[in-house]
């Protein structure tokens, strides 16, 4: 997923208006105009990198440039010089907040999610960490975009592009079939089908009646192992796809990538992101 | 800081727009339209509650309603119904998401923000504890009201608004003093002036300039305390105001806390704010 | 798949905005102000309606009130009035052309689907009638809920939420098992996959791979059922939905339904709609 | 009238977000990525082409080229190569359905307007065929820009730039003298009147009250012949615009020619426009 | 002329937006949140009241309320209390400064225009006083009403409402017969045409070409006058509207209107308003 | 204050729109596309030249450029050619309005603020003068931009940068000392506090109770010397910054300027702007 510069221009220029409002009166006011400068982007923690993209965009709107970097998605050690950046001394400290806002937290979800997957591999090469919907707000395509770029799944963009029957949509219709009932006739047959079930049983009873997709949630190991033998032995476990979400976190997460599953989701990758620790350091003036 | 509901709208609306999308494709299969339900939003972890002015006004917005609930700046227990919202299942289900992005997000900022509030009250009951521009990007707003309802200061909210000389710009500008020479007379009387030093010789030049604000940038407790000594030997002190920031953390706030500065600011507040766990129930339906 | 009133409300402004400019000049001087009028909008031909929902917010915006109507989807004969208005005589006129502009297309595309959607019933109750991406510029939404409305299927929102492998993707990729050979490890597995193929083999192949969806695009309803008998034969007719595409018209239609397809789909439905004649007609003033 | 390319701009990019989301993921998976490729965008039916300049701008903003083209209002047979595109593969293919969209809904405009254009034509060398403000919502500038393409008349942008009272305002006003009374006064100099008439003697009237145009609005082309005689026999058939409305279809426009209008105008040029059969093929790749 | 309240709405948010940024500090900081206040808008110069529609909904939009106010277009004597608000304090003092920096504005722009107005009445009962497009960048609609409010005629509204050729058009043609040519032809017949001449020929050659309306730009009265002779001598004087433009000045604004034109035009109307002296004085509270 | 360009296009797009609407019609019609024109903007009177900045950006918009100028500051006496600039003529022609109501407005503000800076500096080098909140609706950049070319002082941006209380925010408050309790807990360190006093007892009581800065309210030029009197007798007149405001004329700032303030604020200077004279000629044609 990936935006044409074209359409992230409008979404960069809004993170810059906020930051700018009237103008940077501190570098108008010690900052010689015309007057450029090297900079570099340091990462001072061991990281995978992601926001380069938007911020080479970012510096270009200012008309300040990116020399070199490295790729989004590359592992790098503390003290990486992750791009150099060369402009008008005005243009690269107006831009320098910004710009580091945006890739510390998009480097921050992508590391996590990296580690987290390097964790499960070891259980099973195609198991798929990924997103949820709880990302800041306002900031869906950026979070998502770094869970992708640090090797995650996206899961669904928004409301639309899927079914997912959460246990309040379970609630409001009066039970897992009722839930169902209508969802084939009324959805489009290009969109899948997902369910949220809180017992083995459900988990059997939600594959039976043809889901897509099975969201184990907030089950044990125990429990998740439970439901998976329930639907191995019905012949249903090949049918559907497995996602266990809820409670899971850095500690528990090999005991559930144990228990086979296809995907393991988590809010806390983009909810609850630590940014990395990168500094802009102007290294040659004119 | 507060915007009317007339602006709040707008940014609101913006979160909503990238949740929805076309529509909320699983709510229309599966909650008859017009069934009104209540429901419960729950905090599942001891917190200060932040928040509930924009998620109110959100479910406002599609005509839900909260019937009841805790304040802004509330510090809760685990398991607090801090909310009570009534309305269409479609339009709860709708709003859920985004309301919890918000508000998880939010409280996350003004718990962190007054659990440090509280470490350092206990060394000086008028030491602030101050936001950065290290905010989330385009959630700028968002991010310093939650400090704010914390108990904190909002610092700058952005370029524009007073003057913050960092060590890039006495780079660029060659040194403090050229850094300053053009700043009394080039920024208006109405905003104060602060300045980044490194060391305690710097933060006497700095004092003798005139600055309003000096920021001991990442220096250790001892650097600070001898900064503070040379400012008070120069009759000083009591001149500006001292901000410490840089290498902060909840391990060693009292420390610095103890130093005797006027305001402690901190990055991680909101760069790497964790979220609260929340959830909404559904309680009852029609 | 419906907008909540409050985003809808940024469409349909965007529709007043470019009708009435600085203002309804026309009517400020004939109408005096604090008139009230009733008037209707009347279908002066057959035809399933579409649009109500937003020509009710659409005059609500403005003040006026929509007293009663038929609902959207109703199938309607020549000279019903389909909703009967109330609210300031200038009001009604300024808001006439824009609720007419919108009714008369929406009801446009919800007639040609239903009328689709009959015919083949007549060979397949569940066969769908489905809308493709060929809607006008900026009319995505409402282009598609009117096929909605009608009866039809939504078939995706956007290049983001279902991967279709075109003509030209094969054409870049280097053939239909390079298309596909990245796509299961680079999309979500929230995500259908569909392939465009225009030979029964391709069909064939396609189904092998594992694809959810099988375009067979312009194809004679011969090839048609010879693409469905290699299924058929080697047992993956029914782990594929199959979707009829290019070249179906009203006369053809048949012949394709015959075929036992899963989903005929058509962009005439959208980018060369018919509108439905209808007027709106001031029926008593004060 | 036409936009210059940085309003443009705007406009179509609003065009590319709907249909793009979060990003073009099939191509993504699909496409190499720095991969250039050639295509053609071909008219599969006789047209006059319109929209060359909207979707040359189009590719531009995706970082793509328009090598050669047509011009637009140039007639062409089917299977013309209308334009010729060179980009990355990427590009290309996330552009082609808006452009498509846009150039095929514009030529259908056009193409409608050149033929009812060329049969007036035989019966009257200045007879102007116009649009009406029967656009599709928010389309206007496009809708009427087609027209103009297609040798047609714009006729009124919107509801502020001249006076047309319709049968409506004159049913508020209570009659044609009462809705023309404050009209002079109230209305700036700069802007045109025009009334819409159902009966000869109204056309007179109108004529003696010195509109500067008069609708005649759904009349039989013998009603349009007394009208025309009267006002003749009045001699105010030079003072007055006359412009017949209402019922006019491709088989009657004949007759209606005949008796000597100035205008004729017709809302189904553009509200149900039939969009030219046109595709985007991928000719070359590197 | 005159919004909406519903696309007024958008425009006034943007007047808000920029004064309030993220709150307004002061009031909140000093105004108790829930205590009401009444307020008086007060004139304290004789003036034509211009805005009053606006600052209503500007105080609607906050939750306050204007209770009574005297009406837009009324004169008033200096001292007169032209509104009386009442709400909450925090938001009538959010508002205070919006609301003034509009009705003040619009209010000077009236006066200037209803001034003028009455000194060529007295010359002429139908002489028109009209605006330019000589208004504030961003701000042509209220300027533009607020000189219809006034008395005035709005004038052009924009570049696509009415054909005024101006010299530079004049010289880029090749003369006023080139420029001429094309407009006919080129024009919808809905536009009137406009050119502006210099000489006493150049009026009389327009006329003869069928323009609607002649500007006699920058002309002495006595030049004017030889203007109108040579038109009335040929019969053409009923023709065309006669606009006289440039140079006019409160001081030979009289000589002017002694010549007989139609209207009377002057950018200093809105370039150069002198806004009047008006404040909001809270006079009671809770 | 200087918006980098990318923010300084969204603005002007704005302009641009409302004037051009759907196209020059004008240009259309009379110049020939392609041919390309040199033309001036000639300032009629002796000023102070704002805007050039963005009337260059604005030009550029339109693929014209400003090929030399004088700059943004300079004065200039009448007749002087301030820009150069060639294009394509309807570039030219179609943004000529809309380049010359920015700048003869912003040349109108700086020219202005410099006479009466150059009045006050007779007495005092480092009296400012200073712009108010009382700026055109939906151009505080613009005005307060103006004003710092002309080098005054811009004061606060917004209602969020600095604490002003002003005579109703001490009625609510119920006096200055209640208005003053809770300001310095409640708002940030970064911001300053000004107050609005009407008597020199009350400047005295704001001076110790430690605000930053005393605003002294239309007081005589007698009132503000007895004001500074007691200040000074009292040992505050340096811990203080005293601003004038109210009633200040060009007649009478002299008389203020001798009572030795810091600041004089005029609100005159952007409400009620008076445009420099300047036109646009084009000089030379292909």
Same sequence: chains 1, 2, 3, 4, 5, 6.
Avoid at 123 to 144: N, S
């Amino acid at each position: 997923m990936e935006l044409p510069e074209v359409l992230l221009h409008e979404r960069l220029l809004e993170f810059l208006k906020e930051d700018i409002g009237f103008g940077d009166i501190t570098s108008e006011a010690t900052a010689t105009l015309g007057k450029r400068v090297n900079a570099q982007i340091i990462a001072k923690e061991p990281c995978v990198v992601a926001g380069l993209h938007e911020v080479k965009k970012l510096f270009e709107m200012l008309k300040a440039e990116i020399l070199k970097s490295v790729s989004d998605g590359d592992e790098v050690p503390a003290d990486t010089v992750v791009a150099e950046v060369v402009g008008d001394s005005r243009a690269v400290l107006m831009a320098e907040r910004t710009a580091l806002n945006i890739i510390v937290r998009m480097s921050g979800i992508a590391t996590a999610t990296r580690r987290l997957l390097n964790k499960v591999k070891k259980h099973g090469q195609t198991i798929r960490i990924a997103a949820t919907r709880k990302t800041a707000p306002g900031l869906r395509y950026f979070d998502k975009r770094s869970v992708a770029i640090g090797g995650g799944d996206t899961h669904r963009f928004r409301l639309d592009d899927a079914v997912l029957i959460k246990d309040n949509h379970i609630v409001v219709a009066g039970g897992v079939e009722n839930a169902l009932r209508n969802v084939r006739s009324k959805i489009s047959f290009t969109k899948k089908v997902e369910i949220e079930v809180k017992k083995p049983e459900e988990a059997l009873k939600a594959a039976q009646l043809g889901v897509d997709i099975i969201m184990l949630d907030n089950m044990t190991p125990e429990k998740v192992r439970e439901s998976m033998a329930i639907l191995e032995k019905n012949g249903l476990r090949d049918k559907v796809i497995i996602e266990i979400s809820g409670g899971v976190t850095e500690e528990n997460i090999s005991a559930y990538a144990e228990t086979g599953p296809d995907v393991i989701s988590l809010g806390s990758l983009t909810h609850s992101a630590k940014a990395i620790d990168m500094s802009l350091e102007i290294v040659k003036t004119d």
